[in-house]
Each structure stands twice: as C-alpha cells, then as structure tokens.
C-alpha cells in the first residue's frame, strides 16, 4: 500500500515536472547572432496572428539570422492574456510578440492594463484591408446605395463581422458609421466565429452586410456569390473590382495590421537589435514569398514611425470603444 | 463515377497510401491524447504543406481527422478521459462497460460504428458533393435555437430517477456554461482574463469524469480490497452486433445532417443518439450500466457529423469547424482557391479526398480492430497505478487545451465538484449538456433577437424552426400523457442511484 502511494506521488511529480518544463524560459547565449528567442502568439495556431507570427520565425530561421526560435501560442481573451504575460516579462530580453488591431482592441474590453503603448515596439510588418461585401442579390449596388439606407435608418442594416466587439471586423463598421454620421450605438453589429460563419450567414441573407478581411472570401467574390461595395485600404486591392472608401468619398482609411512587440524596460542597445532582426527578415526571399501565399500588404515600419503608428491607433480604438461603452 | 475512381487510382499511389497511413495512426495518437484536437494537430502539420504536394497532404489531413475523431473514444472508454467535446457521451457508458470487463466491446462497436459511419457519410457525400444547393445556408439563428431547444428539452426528460438531482445538475452546467465574456459582458470572470473566454468543455468533462473519479476512488481504496477489473471475452458476440447496428445506422443518422449544418456541431447528434437509444433499447436497465447501445450510437454520430462537416467545405468553401477551417487554409497555401469553385477547377483533388477518406476509414478499423483487445489489457494494471496514470492523462489533456497552468487550477477545482456529485448521487449528463449546450443556445438566442431588433417573432420565422417546435410539442405531449396514464407508476430507479451504489460497493 505504501509502495503504490509513493507511486501516485511520483506520477504526480513527473505530472508537475513536465508542466514546469513547459513553462519554462530558455536563456539565451552572450552570442548574438547564436542566440535562443522566444515568440508569443496570442491565438491559437492556425489563426491570423500565428500565420503572420511563424511565417517570420521561418524567415528568420531558415537565413540563419537567429538560432532556433520557441514560438508559444498564448491563447486567452483575444490577446489580453499575452499582453499581459508580456508586461509581466518586463526587460526580459529574449521575447517577442506579434500582435495587432485586434489585439488593441481586445485590451480595453477586457479593461486591460496591459495596453500596446506600455510595451517596446518593434516593427509592423503587414496589413489586410477589410471589405464590404453584400450577397448577390443585395439591392445595395455601390457603397453610395449602402450607406445612403443605413443612414436613413440604421436599424434596417444588420452588419455581421468575424470578430468580437473590439475586433477589427467590429471597429471598422463603427468607425465606418461615425464617419457618414451615423451613431456607431446605432449600429446592429452580429459577432460570428471567423469567416465561415460569416460568410453562412450573407449567402443565407441572414444579415445586410459583412465587413472581413477578404481572404477567406475569395472563392465566393470570383463566383458572384457575394459582391464587394469598397475596400478600407489606401489603395484598390488587385483583383478585386471595388473602389476604395476614399475614391466613393468617404475619408477613412481602415487596415487590419499585425506587427511585433517586446516587453517594456529593455535596453536601447536590445530593441536595436531586435529592430534591425526583423529588417533583415522583411528583406528575406522567404517573407516575401510568404506575403504573397496569404496575400499580405507589405505595409513594413520600425521604431518611431510603428511607435507612433502603434499611440495613434491606440487611441483612436479606445475612443471608439469608449462612445459604445465598451471600454 | 469515372471521377470517383480517378480520385481512388490518386490516392491509392503508394506514397498516398503512405500519407493516408501517416496521417491516420497520427490522427489516432492526437484523438488519444485528451485535449489535442484534430484542429491542433493539423495547424500544428501545416508547415508539410511546404514540402509535399497538395493531394498527398490532404490525403493526409483527412486520415487525421478522421483518425482524430476516431481516437477520442479510446481514452473516453478505457480511462474516462473525453479527449475531444464529441466524445464525452461515449464516456457514460463507455467507460461503465470497460469497468464491467468489456473494454474490448466497447471499443470494437465504437470503431466498426465509426467506421460504418464514416462510410456512410463519405458515399452521402460522393452523393450530395456534386449536387447539393446552397440549402444549409438557409437555416438561420432561430433554427438552431429550436434545434438546441429541442436537445436540452429531450435531456431534461430524461434526467434519471430524482429530478432534483437532474435538474442540479443542469443549472450546475449552466452556470459554468455562463463563464466568460462571450455577449461582451464579463460574466462570473472575477475580472480575470484566463477566464473571459469561458471554461473549455474537455476541462470540465476531464474533471469531473476522471478527477472525480480517482478522488472517488481513493477515498474508498482502504475500505475495499483491491480488485482487478476483469478482463472478459476480446471480441464482440452475437449479442453485442445485435443490438449495435440499429444505432450505428440511427447515430449515423444523427450525425451527417448537424455536421453538414454551418451551426450543428458534433455534440449536439451525440447526445440525442444515446438518448433515443435509451428510449428504444430493449435494455433500458443498463444504461447508466454499460449498455452497449449507448457507445455504438454516439460514436457513429461524431464520425457521421465529421464527413457531414465537408459538406459545405467542399461544396461552398464554407469551414464550419476549426479543423475544417485549417484544412481550408492548407488549400490556400497551394494557392488553390477555395469555395463554391472547388469542385469545378480541381475535380482531381476532391474526389482523391473523397476517395481517400474512405481509405482512411477502412485504414482505421483494420489498425484498431486488432488493438481494441490489447487496449482493453490496460485495464489489468493495480488500481493505485491505472489511476495516477488517469490523473497524468488528465493533467495532460487539460494543459493541452490552452497550455496554462491556469487550467490545472480549474480542472482541480472541477474534480473536487464531480467527487461531490459522486458523493451525492448527482447525474453528470445534464452537467455536460449545460455545459455544452448552454452557451451555444444563448448565442443562438441573442443572435435571432439582435438580427430581429428584439422581436420575439422571429423564433418561429423560419420552417424548420416551426417543425421543430412542433416535434418539441409533441415530445411534452407524450410526456404528460404518460404522467397522467400511470400517476402512480415507481419510476424506474435512475443511473445515478445505481451507480452511487455500485461504487460504494467497489
């Protein structure tokens, strides 16, 4: 009897051991270019931050640039768990993150103290553009049609987003809204599960509108399932037959952009380094490939023009958030 | 048909047969260990799509997931431990076989089940892949509410002997189910963030089927000798084929339609297969017991649903899971374009998928078959060492969901809820079923009222939605008719009170 519990002791020891090792931290070596770092994802593998996050852990990897890489998806929140891991890990000097919109986002609805200005930033590294896509046999022909009825009367417009509020699918409609002067409260936003969902419910006409990111939607677009009124970006997306907000004259340029953060308290001398690691990456055969396989904008900025890139986005999200009420 | 066998003359190359092999004896181990799903063994695959070409990879994935969905029966039987959402049912009367000596059983309806569904669900596909319309884009919000409706109204009436209990048990569920910031109200998170996603089901299930029984367990061991489970026959009887191919057929039945629906999912036809096997077999007295009926349906449902599942993957491009949604992405990185064109620009590849899946199904039960004696074996290891192996098993699969030690906390605190449930002679069912069905209901509900501005018409604005309200009507009908034909009649004694006893006298 004795035997057997000190048995379950040590199972549950090897229970403990194991657990422990996989939270462990890996110490890098003095050598630079040897060195050992860490990357956190903040959703689960597969999603659009671990694509981004592990196709330039590839680049780096496979031109040498760093030793081995330990990508770790943090998952939790939106995001909000690895910010807050991040800013836990304050001048630790081993450990990226790559982030974006929506993690903004998810940071002041999850009230948060863990925002994107409190932590080092690296680099943005690519955007996607959103777009406004209608069924096939929507009445709304251009985005004069759409905006024209939902100004009239905004309870009639049921627009559905792959994101939860504080995504990008749900700030670009809002902020969408606030610039034709609608009251983005007004708004009858629908939260679906990522883009198939979505896409179910504009090829059932469940709802008016969609607003995503277009890559999962492909298939659709080339069909005539579904029919784009305009892209968000500064520029018409190519293959795309649309016209950008701006060229229907409305003045909003809206991308959904990801980048890397570093934990705050690292030295000059850390962050320079790691900013010049990611400069060679973008210049790498390898990313640029990657761009092109997912259809990334390069949209590359390092140091204070990504620093203040990162402030301006900050607070226009949490001023969005904060008019619904939900920051 | 010339497609058909095109697609088989591809697969069956021996470097796809490779994959095809590759992909389900992985599947398999990634369906054992609780936790990792399908959906994370192929994001985590997804790099191969860089280095193999697009038929071998998919063959691949496809042996995966159906292996995936196949494994997950394996731990829920032998060691309690649902691996995945869809295969916590299997566990009820799964592992209460096992206990009784019939592991092997248990294992060998559930792989024959799966394998029957699966095939069945792959030649409806080959059927439906060319010809089905956009119909399940049609079904909206106010649908699957009925349909959820209708699930929890079947549970409820089938809570066991003491309806208190049941119904503890169900709003214990629904108040876990209420964990999380999902509305975009922070409910019962304590203003933490681990929790604003809400309490992964496979914690709860691993909890308080598993954790709760070893603390079960170990508080008894000193009162009782130590007993080994017998080991029993290794091969289904007569008996055993009897009574499983009717709810082969019926889980099969279950399973493809919710897994062709956008909204549908696995659990959902899991549970309403084992409860029309509880209300048909000829055997009710054994459910809660080890009915046999109670694993083949459920397990033929979850391989049903997941052929349902590439349903509208292949015809519309639509992923309606996260494994499917992964399978979508690896498509992209061939620079293949899914949707509704799939099927007209690459013929080759879908129907090599096509052909591949049943490869993988009939790779599957030749590979298990054989296994499901040795597995039962297992149980022949001294309690106190089978147990800490349950709790490594379980720590494991719990980790594994979001790997935060965060997690353990929980499953811990999980575990002590389902000891005490033992304790009290509480049913865990509707425990699960809240769990799993609450939140999915509500999502449902809120999405119905936000579409409609908060008209309560719209529940009933869709045909489906009528005809399944009617169905529920009728189902309270029967019950009250009966309550009233026999007022007097003794229930008959519940699982719960059985298995409280059959435990105490272990």
């Known amino acids: ?327 | 048909m010339d497609l058909l066998l095109e697609g088989f003359q591809q697969a069956l190359t021996p470097t796809n047969l490779l994959f095809a092999c590759l992909g389900v004896i992985l599947g398999t181990a990634v369906g054992v260990l609780p936790g990792i799903g399908p959906a994370m063994a192929l994001a985590l695959l997804l790099p191969v799509t860089y280095s193999v070409g697009p038929d071998s990879a998919i063959i691949m994935f496809a042996g995966v997931y159906y292996g995936g969905m196949y494994g997950g029966s394996t731990t829920s039987i032998l060691l309690n431990t649902p691996g995945e959402s869809s295969s916590v049912v299997t566990a009820i009367e799964g592992n209460k076989m096992a206990k009784k000596g019939r592991a092997a059983q248990a294992l060998a309806t559930a792989a024959i089940g799966s394998f029957v569904a699966g095939t069945i669900g792959t030649v409806l596909l080959w059927i439906l892949t060319p010809r089905v319309s956009d119909l399940v884009v049609k079904l909206g919000a106010p649908s699957y509410f009925a349909l959820m409706l209708l699930a929890f109204i079947a549970v409820t009436t089938a809570l066991g002997s003491s309806k208190l209990r049941g119904f503890i048990a169900l709003f214990l569920g629904l108040a876990i189910g209420l964990v999380g910031t999902q509305t975009g109200q922070a409910r019962l998170t304590f203003g933490e963030a681990k929790l604003a996603d809400g309490i992964d089901i496979v914690v709860v299930a691993v909890a308080i089927f598993a954790v709760g029984e070893a603390l079960w367990v170990a508080a008894h061991l000193r009162r009782k000798p130590l007993e080994i489970i017998p080991v029993g026959q290794p091969w289904m009887g007569r008996e055993d084929w009897k009574r499983s191919w009717k709810p082969w057929l019926r889980g099969t039945a279950f399973g493809f339609p919710f897994g062709a629906l956008p909204a549908g999912g696995a659990e959902v036809p899991t549970f309403l297969s084992y409860l029309t096997e509880k209300k048909l077999s000829k055997h009710p007295e054994e459910f809660g017991k080890g009915a046999i009926e109670g694993v083949a349906g459920p397990e033929a449902a979850n391989n049903a649903s997941a052929a349902g599942t590439l349903l509208p993957l292949l015809t519309l491009g639509l992923p309606t899971t996260a494994t499917a949604a992964i399978m979508l992405s690896a498509l992209t990185s061939y620079g293949i374009q899914p949707g509704p064109l799939l099927l007209d620009n690459e013929p080759g590849l879908v129907w090599a998928l096509l052909a591949s899946l049943i490869i993988a199904n009939a790779l599957l039960l030749v590979i298990n078959l054989p296994l499901a004696p040795l597995w039962a074996k297992l149980l022949r290891i001294p309690r106190p060492q089978l147990y800490a192996g349950i709790l490594f098993f379980a720590c494991l699969g719990a980790y594994s969901v979001n790997f935060q030690a965060f997690d353990l906390v929980l499953l811990l605190s999980f575990g002590v809820l389902g000891f005490a449930m033992r304790r009290f002679g509480v049913p865990v069912l509707p425990l699960i079923v809240g769990v799993i069905l609450g939140p999915k209901m509500e999502a449902q509900l809120t999405e119905a009222l936000a579409i409609s501005s908060g008209d309560v018409s719209t529940l009933w604005s869709e045909p489906v939605a009528v005809v399944v309200y009617v169905v529920i009507a009728i189902l309270l009908a029967a019950v009250a008719v009966n309550g009233l034909r026999r007022p007097a009649a003794p229930e008959p004694i519940g699982p719960e009170v059985e298995d409280e006893k059959e435990l105490v006298e272990r």
């Open chain 1, 1 to 327: 009897m004795h035997r057997s519990r000190l048995l379950a002791v040590l199972a549950a020891a090897v229970v403990l051991v194991l657990v422990a090792s996989g939270c462990g931290v890996t110490r890098g070596s003095d050598d630079p270019s040897n060195r050992r770092l860490r990357m956190m994802i903040p959703n689960s593998a597969g999603g659009g931050y671990d694509l981004t996050g592990r196709a330039a852990v590839r680049a780096l990897e496979e031109n040498d640039l760093t030793g081995r890489f330990e990508v770790s998806n943090v998952i939790g929140a939106s995001g909000t768990v690895a910010m807050q891991r991040l800013l836990n890990e304050e001048g630790a000097d081993d450990l990226v993150m790559t982030m974006g919109l929506g993690v903004v986002g998810a940071v002041y609805t999850n009230k948060s103290e863990a925002t994107p200005t409190r932590m080092t930033p690296i680099a943005r590294l690519i955007e996607e553009q959103e777009g406004v896509l209608v069924p096939a046999d929507s009445p709304f022909k251009t985005i004069d049609d759409l905006v024209a009825a939902w100004q009239d009367d905004p309870d009639s417009v049921t627009v559905g987003g792959g994101s939860s509020p504080g995504g990008p699918d749900h700030l670009f409609p809002m902020q969408l809204a606030a610039e034709v002067a609608i009251d983005p409260n007004d708004v009858k936003y629908i939260s679906y599960d990522g883009g198939g969902p979505l896409t179910a419910a504009l090829l059932g006409e469940k709802i008016e509108v969609g607003m995503s990111g277009l890559g999962e939607f492909s298939g659709q677009i080339a069909n005539g399932d579904l029919r784009v009124l305009a892209v968000s970006g500064d520029e018409r997306l190519e293959g795309i037959d649309a016209p950008t907000l701006t060229e229907a004259g409305i003045d909003l340029v809206f991308t959904n952009w990801r980048g890397v953060l570093a934990p705050p308290g690292i030295s000059d001398e850390q962050r320079d380094y790691l900013i010049d690691l990611f400069t060679d990456m973008h210049d790498t055969d390898e990313w640029r490939e990657a761009l092109a396989d997912n259809g990334w904008i390069d949209s590359f900025a390092t140091g204070d023009e990504f620093a203040a890139f990162l402030k301006e986005q900050d607070s226009r999200v949490a001023d969005t958030l904060e008019e619904l009420g939900l920051s």
